[in-house]
């Protein structure tokens, strides 16, 4: 079982990017995004299920930031826009199974699976 989490890169305070995960080895009820900012806790960011009826944003990136997935394909999105410099991160993606439903979304400890992490710097 492997995520693979592609996408970061530098970009102007203002700008877009779109973080792509891959997963490969099974199929996954939940997925998730997460960041950790050098010197901070890893800290949420969105969550899918597996139809895509629910989702969840946190506060800071809500409104600018779009989860989305394609089972099809395995693979869940997030786009990016109007970037500020303290969206600057390490961008996890994290997944899951069935066992919580759409309970405990935003806990790092109910993701089971991994990606390895992709940088986004935002300058200011």
């Known amino acids: 079982v492997q995520l693979q989490a592609s996408g970061g890169g530098l970009v102007q305070a203002g700008g877009s990017l779109r973080l792509t995960c891959a997963a490969s080895?099974?199929?996954?009820?939940?997925y998730a995004w997460f960041r950790q900012a050098p010197g901070k806790e890893r800290e949420f960011v969105a969550a899918?299920?597996?139809?895509?009826?629910?989702?969840y944003y946190s506060d800071s990136v809500k409104g600018r930031f779009t989860i989305s997935r394609d089972n099809a394909k395995n693979t869940q999105y997030l786009q990016m826009n109007n970037l500020k410099f303290e969206d600057t991160a390490v961008y996890l993606c994290?997944?899951?199974?069935?066992?919580?439903?759409?309970?405990?979304?935003?806990?790092?400890?109910?993701?089971?699976?991994w990606g390895q992490g992709t940088l986004v710097t935002v300058s200011s």
């Open positions: 080895g099974r199929t996954f009820s939940t």
């Open positions: 899918i299920s597996s139809s895509s009826i629910n989702i």
């Open positions: 994290a997944a899951r199974g069935s066992r919580y439903g759409w309970n405990y979304v935003s806990d790092k400890g109910a993701y089971a699976y």
